[in-house]
């Protein structure tokens, strides 16, 4: 158990619908990074989060939004799904942003059909 | 265009043999550089770190090495094993202190 929680663990929806991915990190850490990865396109950052407060952006679709509440933990809302957007989606958090390693969850895989 | 290239996407070698896997990158200039396992289905574990001004950073039978002149790291696995067998991924930050870039990975499989 890496110390960050990702759930679900499985998804499969329908094209159009809207789901919502949840990631509690390691205790302590303050920033919070969600990524996609899929076979051909590898790890892509999507957006960052930092003690509640949006940091960086990726290469985030409108379609997708992002959210850290005052407990720390995030959220990620994928609306108007795609049959692209299957693939496997990660949390990673880290004490601060900087030079740090990054503890990644399992991961919520995502299946669009 | 930026990019990051991890030599191949898959490495064959014998059990008890070096592994060295390598990363190149262009346009960047990153203060630090990160090595990361990952197994199928599972979340990228966190192996070393190497700063700009490191040349070479060890920990047990992992060595990684940054030369920024070449803008390139490369990964050591001494006496390998077939435990050592997965997808290994380099990470930059791209611009100080901002969220890593990740390659694509190299699938390294260790053949008893």
């Known amino acids: 158990d890496s110390g960050v929680t990702q759930t679900p663990k499985h998804l499969i929806t329908a094209t159009g619908q809207r789901v919502t991915l949840r990631c509690s990190p390691r205790s302590g850490d303050l920033s919070v990074y969600w990524y996609q990865q899929s076979l051909d396109q590898g790890l892509q950052f999507l957006i960052q989060y930092y003690n509640g407060e949006e940091r960086a952006k990726g290469n985030i679709l409108e379609r997708f939004s992002a959210q850290q509440f005052p407990d720390l933990h995030s959220e990620l809302n994928l609306s108007s799904l795609e049959l692209g957007d299957s693939a496997l989606y990660f949390c990673?958090?880290?004490?601060?942003?900087?030079?740090?390693?990054?503890?990644f969850g399992s991961g919520t895989r995502l299946t669009v059909v | 265009s930026q990019k990051i290239e991890q030599n191949s996407e898959a490495l064959n070698i014998q059990e008890g043999k070096t592994a060295t896997l390598t990363c190149n990158y262009t346009?960047?200039?990153?203060?630090?550089l990160q090595w990361y396992r990952q197994d199928p289905g599972r979340g990228p574990v966190f192996l070393l770190l190497?700063?700009?001004?490191?040349k070479e950073k060890r920990k047990e039978r992992l060595k990684v090495t940054f030369d920024t002149t070449l803008k390139q790291s490369l990964f050591h696995i001494t006496a390998s094993q077939p435990a050592d067998s997965a997808t290994y991924l380099c990470?930059?930050?791209?611009?100080?202190?901002?969220?890593?870039?990740f390659g694509k990975g190299t699938r390294l499989s260790v053949i008893a």
């Open positions: 190497i700063r700009e001004n490191e």
């Open positions: 990470a930059l930050d791209i611009a100080g202190n901002t969220p890593l870039v």
């Open positions: 346009n960047y200039s990153p203060a630090y």
């Open positions: 990673a958090s880290s004490v601060v942003p900087g030079a740090n390693g990054y503890t």
